[in-house]
């Protein structure tokens, strides 16, 4: 991986949740490249190790752990295991979430003829499961709030910790048919702001980075059909920001280490920083 910048993260401890994706793997293996000891974690544990052994391949120091962002225990055992193979945590990136089915419309909009095929042929907002719903939101919002609970307190008790969580460009402008989702991350950018205020007097630093559109595992069948064409779906996209591309995971780099950086941003807090190629300035016009 190159970087755009080095930084100094020599004798700091980060804890990436959602460790074993896209975007945040390669935000553990940015701050293992800048002398940070990498927690990574996830769901998933073979996720979690395979990101570590890969750090450690380079020349970095990382463990993986199991960890379900959704169960205090889980995360209070991830922790006690971070400390005893660590010391303590000087950086939290929240990176777990994501969006449900259940909480995705079929269509952009509703029309008349769509009432008779509710439920049946078409899921329309009428037919979202709040199961559904209730999953994508505390999978972002309590899958945020849980871990700066469990990892925050010592860094208060400390005078120092930068956390990062991650948000979305739908919390700026909703995309159509991921009601859910969209909230959920609306969620994340209000609670950044929140919990910046309320650690500012412990020496706390939280901000947020909202990435724009990037090709992850998650999103990638939305993107693309089978044969690798574009859907419709990313034509919207691509005609909607400036630049004209998806971004690169690396491009994520910059803003990241920028963030966690105390001697370049120290005075930085409660931000929402977008990285999305324009996508919000745009007016469509």
Known sequence: MKLPFKID??????????????LCSMFAKALAQNGAKVAVLDLRLDAAKKVAKEIVEAGGIAEGYECNVLKPDSV?????????????????????GGNNPKGTTDKEYLEKEDLEKAGSELKTFFDLDPEGVEFVFNLNFLG?????????????????????????????CPLTKIPAYSGAKAAISNFTQWLA???????????A????????????????????SATPRTEKILAATPMGRFGEAEELIGTLLWLVCDE????????VIPVDGGFNAYSGV
């Open 209 to 228: 980075i909202a990435p724009g559109f990037f090709v992850t595992d998650q999103n990638r069948a939305l993107l693309f059909k089978d044969d690798g």
């Open 9 to 22: 993260l020599s004798g700091k401890v980060a804890v990436v949740t959602g460790g074993g994706g896209v």
């Open 144 to 172: 945020t709030l849980i871990p700066t609970q469990v990892f925050a307190r010592d860094m208060a008790e400390r005078g120092i910790g930068n956390i990062i969580n991650v948000s979305s460009m739908n919390a700026f």
């Open 197 to 207: 205020v309320h650690f500012s007097r412990v020496g706390v630093r939280v901000n």
């Open 76 to 96: 209070k055992g991830a922790r006690e295991a971070i400390l005893a193979d660590f010391g303590r945590a000087d950086i939290l990136i929240n990176g777990a």
């Open 264 to 271: 370049a941003s120290g005075f930085v807090d409660g931000t």
